[in-house]
C-alpha cells in the first residue's frame, strides 16, 4: 500500500535531486529519507530513483508516481481542511426529520440558535411521524429525529442515542359552548357519548387505549394530523379531542376551550440519532439546540 508520507518525501527527492536536499527540506534526517525511498519501491514493487554518484534521478515508474502525487497529495490535503472545518463547526450538514407539532415550536427555536452559534452548518428539515421518523434515521436518511412515546413503547429505541426534551401533556378540547367548557377538569369517561377527532395513528392508538381502560370506546368520526383542523372541527361542535400540549402552544383557540382530562395522558418528546452519528460535533450541537428550545 502506497501512504501519503512516503509520497512526501518523494516529491521532495524530485525537487531537490538528492535524499540530503530533501532531507533538510522536510526536516529529517537522510537515513530516514533513503528508509522510507525503499518502503515506497517495495510497495510499487519495482524501482522509482536510480542514485548515479551524488545525482538521483526518478525511473520512468518514478516520474508517473511523482505526476499523480501532486494530485493526491493535494486532495488529501482539502479533505484534512474539509473535516477539521467539520470537526470545528465551521461547516457541516444535519438531517433533521419532526412530527409538525414539533416543527412549528421546538424546531425553530433550536435552528435559530445553532445558525447564531455555526452559521456554517446547514440543517435540512422534512416532516414525519414516529414510527416513520425512526425508521428513516435507521434507514439512514436524516441524522436526527425529533419524536415522541408513549410509557408503553419505552424499548422500541434500545439501539439509539436517546436525548429527552420534555414531557408533553395532553389537553382535552371542546366546543366553547359545549356543556363541560367551563369545568377545571373533565373526567374521559365523562365524553364517552362524544363524537371524537382524533390526530396521527400513534396518538390515535393511544386515545383508544385510555377509553377502553375507563371502559369505553370513542367513536371517531374524523381523523387528520392536522392540528388547526382539529380546532375547526370542535369549534364547529363536530366533536371533542385531545391535543398535546406542545401542539397548542402555534395554533390559535378560536370558537374552541381546552379543558384539563383525567386520568392525566402524558408523551415523552425526544430527539434521537445513532451512537456513530453522536460523536459528530454538528449533530451534536443541534441536540443540545433541541434540549435548549424544550426548557425555554
Do not use: N
Not at 100 to 109: C, F
Not at 124 to 130: D, G, M, N, Q
Amino acid at each position: 500500500m502506497i501512504e501519503a508520507r512516503h509520497l512526501r518525501v518523494l516529491r521532495a527527492v524530485a525537487v531537490t535531486g538528492s535524499f540530503s536536499a530533501a532531507a533538510r527540506r522536510l526536516g529529517c534526517t537522510q537515513p530516514a529519507v533513503s528508509q522510507q525511498m525503499r518502503a515506497l519501491e517495495a510497495s510499487a514493487c519495482t524501482p522509482l530513483l536510480v542514485r548515479t554518484g551524488r545525482e538521483t534521478r526518478l525511473t520512468q515508474a518514478g516520474e508517473v508516481l511523482v505526476r499523480h502525487a501532486s494530485g493526491i497529495l493535494a486532495g488529501l490535503t482539502a479533505a484534512e481542511e474539509e473535516i477539521a472545518a467539520i470537526a470545528g463547526l465551521r461547516a457541516g450538514r444535519v438531517r433533521l426529520v419532526s412530527f409538525p407539532s414539533g416543527s412549528s415550536t421546538l424546531v425553530p427555536t433550536a435552528l435559530a440558535a445553532l445558525r447564531a452559534a455555526h452559521p456554517g452548518t446547514r440543517v435540512s428539515l422534512v416532516e414525519a411521524e414516529p414510527p416513520r421518523s425512526v425508521e428513516m434515521l435507521r434507514e439512514g436518511d436524516c441524522d436526527v429525529a425529533l419524536a415522541f412515546r408513549y410509557g408503553s413503547a419505552a424499548a422500541e429505541w434500545d439501539d439509539l442515542v436517546v436525548r429527552p426534551l420534555l414531557v408533553d401533556r395532553l389537553v382535552g378540547l371542546v366546543p366553547e359552548g359545549h356543556r363541560l367548557a367551563g369545568a377545571d377538569a373533565v373526567a374521559i369517561g365523562d365524553l364517552a357519548d362524544e363524537s371524537w377527532i382524533a390526530g396521527c395513528p400513534r396518538c390515535r392508538r393511544q386515545l383508544v387505549e385510555v377509553c377502553e381502560e375507563v371502559g369505553f370506546t370513542p367513536r371517531i368520526d374524523f381523523a387528520t394530523d392536522d392540528h388547526p383542523a382539529v380546532i375547526g372541527l370542535v369549534a364547529a361542535g363536530l366533536g371533542v379531542a385531545v391535543l398535546p400540549g406542545l401542539a397548542m402552544e402555534s395554533v390559535r383557540l378560536k370558537g374552541a376551550r381546552t379543558v384539563t382530562v383525567e386520568p392525566s395522558v402524558e408523551r415523552e418528546i425526544v430527539a434521537l440519532t445513532l451512537p456513530d452519528l453522536a460523536q459528530v460535533p454538528a449533530v451534536a450541537a443541534t441536540l443540545d439546540q433541541l434540549a435548549l428550545a424544550a426548557h425555554r
